[in-house]
């Protein structure tokens, strides 16, 4: 640790003019403690150095958990998905420059995917910034923050954290959460400030989060149509995982007799296996269901924009809680803005008024379906294919996982997520993370410690070996905190699969080439985690099974054959153009 004591501001005007006087006098990074603690906040994900590193001493000091990482994306990935499991803000510590750039990323992608958290990050002292004098890690990071986090907030003055920090919480949590930015500069943290003044200052915000009740007439015109529907479907979206309805879906579901189809992160509000879950279905229900429901799930590219398969014909209600994301691809005939919890309550207590018109053929037609879509997935499964497939692989951590339903399911990869998330039924809310709305690949380890850390639970991340490559070392902070976290690395050697062909005469791998002979368990045991390497689907049955049960870090190399896998699984179509040899 540096020595704080010394008198006199260095060149990035991180150290405070004169030494603090204890206990009369406090530092920002002190204030900042407290009013984190005064929000609610108790686990900070960071990656220290210059001017943070003793922000977090002194937070880990006043009681708030640190969890230092690898890399600050992976740390903000964390604090994104404790932010999603607990419904309030995660909060991600970096140092200035490139540890915040790397931080924003999980930033963004937290703002995209509706997830609260807060950046807070230590930046260089202002004046050298403005004047372009090429100070130290100088960057205006706030400007940059702005353009992708749902809000940015700059503290100039320590006296300004404690508002600053309820600013930036109101912000996280409040209507469409997402993250946000919160600079403090250098000189700002190492500010000496009064004792009894900054207490003074200190304040735990009312009622941050309020709830935001739909109007009569929305849900009357909602109820109506829903009422007036032969086959209508509910779509559930993360927004309903996040808001922690669950309780009121499953009367509304139990009470109405309508299907419902979960998206990704949405598997699990209700049983995948429940009677009404139109899983299998999907098709089905973009060209024939004739109401919708979108209860926290938006219109986009993942349900086609509202156009492709869907029927031109298709009505749609939807609940949420951003005004503006209705009518973003197309007509919303009934929106419900609010809250999920106070629409669905809203519903609820309406539906008796109502009488539903479903078609009595509807629900058997797509339980009909289901069985016969299950049964063929099931033969597929079913093939112990050595080397092994993705299928091969999944039919053992499926047959694991769902014998252990209260483990969460972190996912990301190409055909190693569609296929992982085709295969495993999900039978809790909030027991799957995944890279979500933006498909990226790189959230893995750092969601991985996220969930643990927030919820107590084991966890069992499937990775494909291109999408761990990107988070790779921060097992290391797996091991380091001792948490409960198996993860398999699908290997088929590559970005897609391992068999990759280059077009011109060079000698060099393909584009998509990776590393199919690579032994990701030795990583496992450079940092003291159990180690396997498996190469059928019961060796990869037992390790999966041992490695739960023993709630200790582990790494499970799964060996795929290197011809496992499409580009882009399930997405190629998003490709501009297939593969054109290139004539010079
Ligand atoms: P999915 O990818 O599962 O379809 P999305 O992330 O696209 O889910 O959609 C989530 C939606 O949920 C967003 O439009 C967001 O505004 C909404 N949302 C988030 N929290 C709430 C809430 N508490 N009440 C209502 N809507 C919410
Ligand atoms: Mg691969």
Same mark, same amino acid.
């Given at each position: #640790?540096?020595?704080?004591?010394?008198?006199?501001?260095?060149?990035?005007?991180?150290?405070?003019?004169?030494?603090?006087?204890?206990?009369?006098?406090?530092?920002?990074?002190? &204030?900042?403690?407290?009013?984190?603690?005064?929000?609610?906040?108790?686990?900070?994900?960071?990656?220290?150095?210059?001017?943070?590193?003793?922000?977090?001493?002194?937070?880990?000091?006043?009681? &708030?958990?640190?969890?230092?990482?690898?890399?600050?994306?992976?740390?903000? #990935?964390?604090?994104?998905? $404790?932010?999603?499991?607990?419904?309030?803000?995660?909060?991600?510590?970096?140092?200035?420059?490139?540890?915040?750039? !790397?931080?924003?990323?999980?930033?963004?992608?937290?703002?995209? !995917?509706?997830?609260?958290?807060?950046?807070?990050?230590?930046?260089?002292?202002?004046?050298?910034?403005?004047?372009?004098?090429?100070?130290?890690?100088?960057?205006?990071?706030?400007?940059?923050?702005?353009?992708?986090?749902?809000?940015?907030?700059?503290? !100039?003055?320590?006296?300004?954290? @404690?508002?600053?920090?309820?600013?930036?919480?109101?912000?996280?949590?409040?209507?469409?959460?997402?993250?946000?930015?919160?600079?403090?500069?250098?000189?700002?943290?190492?500010?000496?400030?009064? $004792?009894?003044?900054?207490?003074?200052?200190?304040?735990?915000?009312?009622?941050?989060?309020?709830?935001?009740?739909?109007?009569?007439?929305?849900?009357?015109? +909602?109820?109506?149509?829903?009422?007036?529907?032969?086959?209508?479907?509910?779509?559930?979206?993360?927004?309903?995982?996040?808001?922690?309805?669950?309780?009121?879906?499953?009367?509304?579901?139990?009470?109405?007799?309508?299907?419902?189809?979960?998206?990704?992160?949405?598997?699990?509000?209700?049983?995948?296996?429940?009677?009404?879950?139109?899983?299998?279905?999907?098709?089905?229900?973009?060209?024939?269901?004739?109401?919708?429901?979108?209860?926290? +799930?938006?219109?986009?590219?993942?349900?086609?924009?509202?156009?492709?398969?869907?029927?031109?014909?298709?009505?749609?209600?939807?609940?949420?809680?951003?005004?503006?994301?209705?009518?973003?691809?197309?007509?919303?005939?009934?929106?419900?803005?609010?809250?999920?919890?106070?629409?669905?309550?809203?519903?609820?207590?309406?539906?008796?008024?109502?009488?539903?018109?479903?078609?009595?053929?509807?629900?058997?037609?797509?339980?009909?379906?289901?069985?016969?879509?299950?049964?063929?997935?099931?033969?597929?499964?079913?093939?112990?294919?050595?080397?092994?497939?993705?299928?091969?692989?999944?039919?053992?951590?499926?047959?694991?996982?769902?014998? !252990?339903?209260?483990?969460?399911?972190?996912?990301?990869?190409?055909?190693?997520?569609?296929?992982?998330?085709?295969?495993?039924?999900?039978?809790?809310?909030?027991?799957?993370?995944?890279?979500?709305?933006?498909?990226?690949?790189?959230?893995? #380890?750092?969601?991985?410690?996220?969930?643990?850390?927030?919820?107590?639970?084991?966890?069992?991340?499937?990775?494909?070996?291109?999408?761990?490559?990107?988070?790779?070392?921060?097992?290391?902070?797996?091991?380091?905190?001792?948490?409960?976290?198996?993860?398999?690395?699908?290997?088929?050697?590559?970005?897609?699969?391992? &068999?990759?062909?280059?077009?011109?005469?060079?000698?060099?791998?393909?584009?998509?080439?990776?590393?199919?002979?690579?032994?990701?368990?030795?990583?496992?045991?450079?940092?003291?985690?159990?180690?396997?390497?498996?190469?059928?689907?019961?060796?990869?049955? +037992?390790?999966?099974?041992?490695?739960?049960?023993?709630?200790?870090?582990?790494?499970?190399?799964?060996?795929?054959?290197?011809?496992?896998?499409?580009?882009?699984? $399930?997405?190629?179509?998003?490709?501009?153009?297939?593969?054109? @040899?290139?004539?010079?």
């Amino acid at each position: #640790m540096q020595d704080t004591t010394k008198n006199g501001a260095t060149g990035c005007g991180c150290k405070p003019a004169a030494e603090p006087k204890f206990p009369e006098q406090v530092t920002g990074m002190y &204030i900042l403690a407290q009013a984190l603690k005064k929000v609610g906040i108790d686990t900070i994900y960071g990656l220290v150095g210059i001017p943070v590193t003793e922000a977090a001493y002194i937070a880990q000091g006043q009681g &708030i958990r640190f969890l230092g990482f690898r890399h600050e994306q992976q740390a903000g #990935m964390a604090a994104a998905t $404790h932010g999603y499991l607990t419904g309030k803000p995660g909060v991600l510590l970096t140092v200035s420059s490139l540890g915040f750039m !790397n931080g924003l990323t999980a930033t963004a992608n937290a703002t995209v !995917n509706c997830y609260p958290m807060i950046q807070i990050s230590g930046s260089s002292e202002r004046e050298p910034i403005d004047l372009n004098q090429g100070n130290y890690e100088a960057l205006d990071q706030y400007s940059v923050a702005k353009t992708v986090a749902k809000a940015a907030y700059r503290v !100039n003055r320590a006296e300004d954290i @404690p508002i600053a920090v309820v600013r930036a919480y109101r912000t996280a949590i409040s209507g469409r959460p997402g993250g946000v930015y919160l600079d403090i500069t250098a000189p700002c943290l190492g500010q000496i400030v009064d $004792h009894d003044v900054a207490e003074k200052l200190l304040f735990t915000p009312v009622d941050p989060q309020p709830a935001m009740v739909p109007s009569p007439a929305s849900v009357d015109r +909602a109820m109506k149509l829903l009422a007036s529907a032969k086959k209508p479907a509910f779509i559930f979206g993360k927004g309903a995982a996040f808001a922690q309805v669950e309780d009121l879906l499953t009367q509304l579901v139990e009470k109405t007799g309508i299907p419902f189809y979960p998206m990704s992160m949405a598997k699990g509000l209700m049983p995948d296996k429940h009677p009404l879950s139109a899983l299998s279905c999907r098709s089905t229900i973009m060209e024939e269901a004739d109401v919708v429901v979108l209860v926290g +799930a938006r219109l986009n590219w993942l349900l086609s924009r509202g156009h492709g398969k869907w029927s031109p014909d298709t009505k749609f209600i939807q609940l949420d809680i951003d005004p503006v994301e209705i009518d973003c691809n197309r007509q919303i005939d009934a929106p419900v803005v609010g809250d999920l919890r106070s629409s669905l309550e809203a519903m609820l207590n309406s539906l008796p008024s109502y009488k539903m018109s479903m078609d009595a053929a509807w629900v058997p037609g797509l339980q009909a379906q289901t069985k016969v879509k299950n049964a063929k997935f099931a033969e597929r499964l079913a093939v112990k294919t050595v080397p092994m497939t993705h299928w091969s692989a999944l039919s053992a951590a499926k047959e694991v996982i769902e014998a !252990n339903p209260d483990v969460i399911l972190v996912n990301e990869g190409a055909n190693t997520l569609d296929d992982t998330r085709d295969t495993i039924d999900m039978s809790l809310p909030r027991h799957r993370v995944d890279c979500a709305t933006w498909a990226i690949m790189g959230m893995g #380890m750092g969601s991985a410690v996220g969930a643990a850390v927030a919820t107590g639970k084991s966890v069992v991340a499937i990775e494909g070996d291109s999408a761990f490559g990107f988070s790779g070392m921060d097992f290391s902070t797996i091991c380091r905190y001792e948490l409960p976290v198996t993860v398999c690395i699908f290997n088929n050697g590559g970005i897609y699969n391992g &068999i990759g062909e280059p077009l011109d005469k060079t000698t060099d791998p393909a584009p998509t080439t990776l590393d199919i002979n690579a032994r990701y368990d030795k990583l496992a045991e450079a940092f003291g985690a159990k180690a396997y390497y498996v190469t059928t689907p019961d060796e990869y049955a +037992a390790a999966l099974k041992e490695a739960i049960a023993s709630k200790a870090p582990a790494l499970i190399d799964v060996q795929l054959a290197a011809d496992a896998g499409k580009e882009s699984g $399930h997405i190629g179509y998003l490709n501009p153009a297939s593969l054109i @040899p290139v004539t010079v």
